[in-house]
């Protein structure tokens, strides 16, 4: 009851990386499976490629409504989401038309803040909203980010991991100057790290060297079981709770969970 007290409870998150193949989706399902142990999450399919969607499970004949109909406020916000067949765990799908919503609302007014009006009316509904970018800076992402409380952005542990990050901070300050004054950078998440491979090593010395402890002590390894998992249409924690893969997205999750505490302590 402060005057620093945020505005909602619910907390919107936004996976950004313009990159594609860096851990985007990967880390929206997953992370949202694990937070969903403890807490009532929403995940967001922003990308036309639906890979967040089809890693939940969802069927092409259950996308009818989902992020265009929010974009296009053609339904009710409370219709949007589906439950998964997780607990605690529904999705706003990525539908066909998607693909098409950026050219669409080109000249519309309030383009930039459409999914913060659809996500805003329902506040109170989940405790954290996760968003799944596509790989680019372009409406949607910029959607994305007018919405959200804060980025996260996973890094791969390969070549030119941090090409292109510079572009994607200033992008998000010019979003903080223009649309959202509140947005802040939630951390930055190592993904793919294979420990046998110095290179991994190099790429996790440097994004510290960058973001210094804005990088999570979280690394997420190179498991096989992560990919398996989202073509059998599951989080990884549900489809091998045992695997390197979900442990360390559970340890991801606590680790999120823990810095919030402290942040909102301190
Ligand atoms: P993005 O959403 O950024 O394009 P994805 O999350 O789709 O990236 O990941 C790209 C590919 O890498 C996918 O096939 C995914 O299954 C695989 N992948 C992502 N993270 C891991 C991981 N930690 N271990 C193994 N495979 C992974
Ligand atoms: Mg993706």
């Known amino acids: 009851s402060s005057n620093t007290a945020p505005l909602s409870t619910t907390r919107i998150i936004a996976i950004t990386n313009q ?18 142990l403890k807490q009532r999450v929403l995940l967001v399919d922003l990308d036309p490629q639906g890979n967040a969607s089809t890693g939940l499970g969802i069927e092409y004949d259950q996308r009818n409504i989902g992020t265009y109909t929010a974009l296009m406020q053609e339904a009710e916000p409370q219709s949007l989401a ?6 605690n765990l529904s999705i706003i799908t990525a539908n066909n038309e998607l693909a098409g919503a950026e050219l669409e609302m080109i000249t519309d ?11 805003r009316a329902l506040e ?9 970018c596509p790989p680019s800076l372009g409406l949607l992402t910029l959607n994305a980010l007018v919405a959200a409380d804060s980025v996260l952005v996973p890094l791969q542990c390969e070549f030119f991991a941090l090409e292109g990050i510079s572009q994607l901070v200033k992008t998000i300050d010019r979003v903080r100057r223009a649309f959202n004054a509140d947005l802040h950078l939630e951390g930055i998440v190592l993904t793919m790290y294979d420990r046998r491979n110095n290179l991994s090593e190099l790429v ?16 997420i390894p190179r498991n096989i079981r992560i990919s398996e ?11 091998d709770p045992r695997s390197t893969g979900a442990t360390a ?6 680790e999120l969970t823990k810095r919030n505490i402290e942040k909102s302590k301190g």
């Open 19 to 36: 990159k594609g193949g860096v851990g985007k989706t990967t880390t929206t399902i997953n992370l949202a499976a694990a937070l969903a």
């Open 82 to 87: 589906t439950e998964t067949e997780f607990d």
């Open 109 to 119: 007014e309030r383009r930039e803040y459409r999914l913060r009006d659809a996500l």
């Open 124 to 132: 109170g509904e989940y405790d954290i909203i996760l968003i799944d």
């Open 204 to 219: 996790a010395q440097d994004a510290r060297g960058f973001f210094g402890d804005q990088v999570f002590s979280t690394l």
């Open 229 to 239: 998992a989202q073509s059998h249409g599951s989080p990884v924690l549900n489809y």
């Open 249 to 254: 997205y559970i340890a991801l999750a606590e």
